[in-house]
T-cell receptor, first 114, second 115 residues
Framework: EPEVTQTPSHQVTQMGQEVILRCVPISNHLYFYWYRQILGQKVEFLVS????????KSEIFDDQFSVERPDGSNFTLKIRSTKLEDSAMYFCASTLPGTGKTQYFGPGTRLLVL | AQKVTQAQTEISVVEKEDVTLDCVYETRDTTYYLFWYKQPPSGELVFLIR??????QNEISGRYSWNFQKSTSSFNFTITASQVVDSAVYFCALSGDNYGQNFVFGPGTRLSVLP
């Protein structure tokens, strides 16, 4: 069964460094999303992406964040200058119109900023 | 604004007990979708069920059942004969009718099933 994949599974970085989190959505899906979950807290929306542009973004998604679909398969989240509070699990999700809005989530990337 | 409330922060049951997880939502949309996701200790989010606002038919799937009550804005989830493998955090989520819209997740309920 097709699934969303994410790499890396874990990343440790120094504060101020740039990180790129990678996702491969399910191949025929059209809408892509990034969420984050700070340890022990709820899942929070960051951004949605369709037709090579951002559809919606939350207040969390400030100028430090950017998303890109550089080719036909990858969907990336870049954090330009990481802060300690960016430490979280980052989930990518995708959906296909006609499937009742169900978003299928990847396994997550656990980011630790030191 | 959309909001999802899961009043139960943590629940502990003994194996084989039935357990119901509560979810109450708020939305102004006339068409919306409700979901339950399971997050086991390994951390991934596993889709369990989806319901749309115009389908109040409740469902039983194996040991899982769902009770959608539009009149009380509730979408509760019951596990019968719980098992240790059911131990996880369970999230209720709400989406509007626009695909570009995000999910609004509840805070989650941590279920511990003790042997």
């Amino acid at each position: 069964e097709p699934e969303v994949t994410q790499t890396p599974s874990h990343q440790v970085t120094q504060m101020g460094q740039e990180v790129i989190l990678r996702c491969v959505p399910i191949s025929n899906h059209l809408y892509f999303y990034w969420y984050r979950q700070i340890l022990g807290q709820k899942v929070e929306f960051l951004v949605s992406f369709y037709n090579n542009e951002i559809s919606e973004k939350s207040e969390i998604f400030d100028d430090q964040f950017s998303v890109e679909r550089p080719d036909g398969s990858n969907f990336t989240l870049k954090i330009r200058s990481t802060k300690l509070e960016d430490s979280a699990m980052y989930f990518c999700a995708s959906t296909l119109p006609g499937t009742g809005k169900t978003q299928y989530f990847g396994p997550g990337t656990r980011l630790l900023v030191l | 604004a959309q909001k999802v409330t899961q009043a139960q922060t943590e629940i502990s049951v003994v194996e084989k007990e039935d357990v119901t997880l509560d979810c109450v939502y708020e939305t102004r949309d006339t068409t919306y979708y409700l979901f339950w996701y399971k997050q086991p200790p390994s951390g991934e989010l596993v889709f369990l069920i989806r319901r749309n606002s115009f389908d109040e038919q409740n469902e039983i799937s194996g040991r899982y059942s769902w009770n959608f009550q539009k009149s009380t804005s509730s979408f509760n989830f019951t596990i019968t004969a719980s098992q240790v493998v059911d131990s996880a955090v369970y999230f209720c989520a709400l989406s509007g009718d626009n695909y570009g819209q995000n999910f609004v997740f509840g805070p989650g309920t941590r279920l511990s099933v003790l042997p």
